[in-house]
C-alpha cells in the first residue's frame, strides 16, 4: 500500500480526532457536585455529620455552586440532620439538590403511582427544593404492557407539578436515568421515547435537565459516546438545549475516557464527586475531568471554578472519606502525580518541555525530583540541594559517584530506594561522603531508631506472635504461608490461591524455605518506615509494605 494513501487516512482521522479536542477546549462544563454523597457509597464507614461538613466547605472552596447534599429513605439518616443545619445556618438552597425515587414501591408489576415518595417528602419537611428524580426503564419488575413508557412519562410530569408546588415554583428538577446502559442496549426505543417527551414539553414545564450514569464500569468510551449523542440528537431535534450531565464508574480503566467521550458527543456536564472514591472502583472524579480539559486550553472551566483548589479538595475528601490520603499514583492529587522521574520532556514524569502543561506549576508547587536509576547526575545533585542545602561536598563528581552505586546496588541484588531523605543520605555514605549534620539527623529520624517506627514494629510483632503460637504453641519465628497470610495479607490480597498473593508471599520469603521469617518481613517494614516516613499507624505500615 502507497505510502501517501497512509498518510491520508492518519491525517483524516487525526482531523476527527482534533475536532473533539476542540469541543473539550471550548466546552463550559456544568459540574453537579456529588462528592457528599458518591464518596460514601461503598465505604466500610459511613459519612458523620463533622465529615459531612467538612466535605461541604472543601466543595464550595472550588467554587462549585450546584451541590448535591442529599438522599433520603424512611429511616433517619445522617443527611437528615445535615440538612436542617444547612437550612438553619441561612446557605443558599437555590442549588442544592437530592435523590429521590419516581416510584415509592411496585406492587405486582404496576408502580404505586399515589403515594408520593419518601424523598419528596422528606424534601418539603427539611427545605430543599431541587429534586433528582431517578428512573429505571429497563428493569423487570415493571409490567411495561400494562404501565407502559406513555405512563411513566405522565407520572414524571405529575412529579414535576407536585416539586414545584410542594417545594418551589424555581425548582430545578433533574431526571436521572439511572439503569442508562442496560436501556440503551435492551431497551432504547422507551429510553428514546422518555427523552423525546421531556424535550416536547414547553420550555417552562421542562426539567433543568437530564442526568446519566454509567455504574458498570464495562462499556467502551465509544459505545457510551454513541448513546450520548442520540440523547442530545433528540433533544436539539427539539429545540432543547438542555443540561445533559454524565456519570461513568469505574471497573476495566475507562472511566475517564468515558466521561470525556460523552462530553465529546453532546453532554455539557458531569455530575461527579470531586475525588474518585466510590461504590465498587469508585468512579471519574471531577478534578481529573476538569484539569484534562484545563491541560488541553480550556479557560472557561478555569473562569467558572477554582481550578487550583482541586488538588487539595480531592486530597482533603479523600482523607475525609477513608481515614487514609489518597494512592500517591493517584493522577492529579496523589503524592506522586507532581513528580520528575526523567531528565527530559514530552514523557510521563519527565521535566516539562514547551509542548507538555506543568501540572506543579498550575497548582502552585514544586515538582519532586525522583531519584531512580534512570535519574541523571544532574537530578541527584538538584535532590541533594533541595533537601540538605548547599555543601561543598554536593558536587557533580558525587552525584556520577551515586549514580555509579545505584547501578551497583542493582547488579549486587540490593534493592533500594533512594527517594526518600533517608535514603539519598545513605546513597550518599556509602558513596564516600561524609554525612552532614543535617543528614545525620534526618537519618537518625528516619531510621528505625525512632520510637515511633520501634512502637509501630514491636505492635507488628505482637501480631506475628499470636499465630506464631497459634502454628506450634512456641514462638520461633517462623510461619507457614497460610499462617502469614490470615495474619497481614488477606485484607490487601483477595485469595490465598491467587497468582498475585503467592507472587507476594515467594518475595518476602527471600530464602525459599517455603516460610516466612521475621527477619525476611522485618526488612519488608524497615523498608516501608524509609519509604514513607509519614506512617502513622499498624494498618499504613502493612498496607505500605506488602510488595
Known sequence: MPFEDVIKDVGDSIAQEKSKRARLQDLDLIVVDNSIRESTVGQLRGHTLENKWKIYNEVKKCGFKLIVVAAFSHMTRVDDTFIREIVAKGEDVNNLFAFTEVIEEVNDGIPDTKTTPVGLSKMQEVGLINPIIEIDLAIDSINWDVFTVQDMCQLLVQRFNWSRKKLSPNAKIMVNLRDFPDAMVYQMERLFTVVDFL???????????????????????????????????????????????????????????????????????????????????????????????????????????????????????????????????????????????????????????????????????????????????????????????????????????????????????????YMSASGIALLFDRSGGKLTAKMADVIEKAEVKSAHAQNLIEEVRKIWNEWDIQEDKQIDGLLKFQSFYNGFMAPYFGCFKCRDTLKALKAIDMDNDGYIDWNEFLVYLKWAMRQYPSIKDVDELLSGCLP
Open 199 to 417: 424535550a416536547s414539553l414547553p420550555a417552562s414545564e421542562r426539567p433543568f435537565g437530564i442526568m446519566f450514569e454509567e455504574p458498570t464500569g464495562k462499556y467502551l468510551p465509544e459505545e457510551v459516546g454513541a448513546w450520548t449523542a442520540g440523547v442530545r440528537k433528540i433533544m436539539d431535534s427539539r429545540g432543547w438545549s438542555g443540561n445533559l450531565l454524565a456519570h461513568v464508574h469505574k471497573k476495566w480503566a475507562l472511566g475517564e475516557m468515558t466521561q470525556l467521550e460523552c462530553l465529546v458527543n453532546g453532554a455539557n456536564g458531569i455530575w461527579a464527586s470531586v475525588c474518585e472514591e466510590g461504590a465498587a472502583l469508585g468512579h471519574a472524579c471531577s478534578t481529573v475531568t476538569l484539569m484534562n480539559l484545563v491541560r488541553m486550553g480550556n479557560t472557561k472551566v478555569q473562569q467558572r471554578y477554582k481550578c487550583t483548589m482541586l488538588r487539595d479538595a480531592a486530597s482533603n475528601v479523600t482523607k475525609i472519606t477513608t481515614g487514609m490520603p489518597p494512592h500517591p499514583k493517584q493522577v492529579i492529587y496523589g503524592d506522586r502525580a507532581l513528580d520528575l522521574a526523567f531528565d527530559f520532556g514530552s514523557i510521563a514524569g519527565g521535566t516539562v518541555g514547551e509542548t507538555d502543561f506543568d501540572l506543579a506549576e498550575f497548582f502552585g508547587e514544586e515538582a519532586p525530583i525522583r531519584i531512580s536509576t534512570l535519574s541523571s547526575a544532574r537530578m541527584i545533585h538538584e535532590r541533594l540541594l533541595n533537601l540538605f542545602g548547599e555543601d561543598p561536598q554536593f558536587t557533580m563528581e558525587m552525584a556520577l559517584t551515586m549514580k555509579e552505586t545505584m547501578l551497583t546496588d542493582l547488579t549486587g541484588n540490593r534493592k533500594e530506594e
